[in-house]
């Protein structure tokens, strides 16, 4: 047996699991981000369960095109910046974890606006670099989870042992 070091992408769709199990695991997470950001309505809206479609929308806070761009990079958060700010933290994520492990077993796609400027449309499709675009969005939130693990063939046979 030799070991290889895995590829930055695989080691990501690995360390996922940890963050995204099921569907109502990345339901959870992105309800997480919306309450985070001020929301006070969210809309969640599912198809087949959240297999083929996770659709999360809120009226938050938005963020800004950087931060939209930053969002699904591992260890990116707005919510701690040091170790010992765990300690104080009131926010219910603090990881930078859920967008990119999210991203990186889906076909992801997330929209978002401050109410000032343009907003951003951020798209990553099964963790592969991430493309940034202007787009059209009142302000707050949408966050759509397309064809959840379509990447992972164990996790995808995983689900359907569920249902
Ligand atoms: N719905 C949202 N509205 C506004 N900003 C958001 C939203 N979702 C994510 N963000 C921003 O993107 C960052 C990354 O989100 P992500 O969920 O990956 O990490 P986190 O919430 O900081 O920590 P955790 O991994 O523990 O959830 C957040 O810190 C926040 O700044
Ligand atoms: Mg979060």
Redesign the pocket.
């Known amino acids: 047996m030799s070991i290889n070091v895995l590829d930055p992408r695989v080691a990501q769709q690995v360390a996922a699991g940890e963050?995204v199990d099921r569907p109502a695991s990345v339901v959870k997470?992105?309800v997480?981000?919306?309450l985070?950001?001020g929301?006070s309505r969210v809309e969640v809206e599912l198809g087949d369960g959240g297999t083929s479609r996770i659709l999360i929308r809120?009226d938050?806070?938005?963020?800004p095109p950087e931060?939209a761009r930053l969002?699904v990079l591992r260890h990116?958060?707005?919510?701690i910046q040091k170790v010992e700010d765990i300690e104080t933290v009131t926010?219910?994520?603090?990881?930078?974890?859920?967008?990119?492990s999210i991203a990186s077993v889906s076909s992801f796609c997330l929209t978002?606006s401050t109410g000032e400027g343009a907003a951003t449309k951020v798209t990553v499709d099964g963790g592969a670099n991430a493309e940034v675009s202007p787009a059209s969005h009142p302000k707050?939130?949408t966050?759509l989870v397309d064809r959840l693990f379509y990447n992972v063939p164990a996790r995808r046979a995983f689900l359907k042992r569920l249902v």
């Open positions: 963050v997470e992105l997480e981000n919306a985070d950001a929301a809120d938050g806070s938005g963020m931060d969002s990116a958060t707005s919510k926010t219910l994520g603090f990881r930078g974890e859920a967008l990119p978002t707050g939130t966050v």
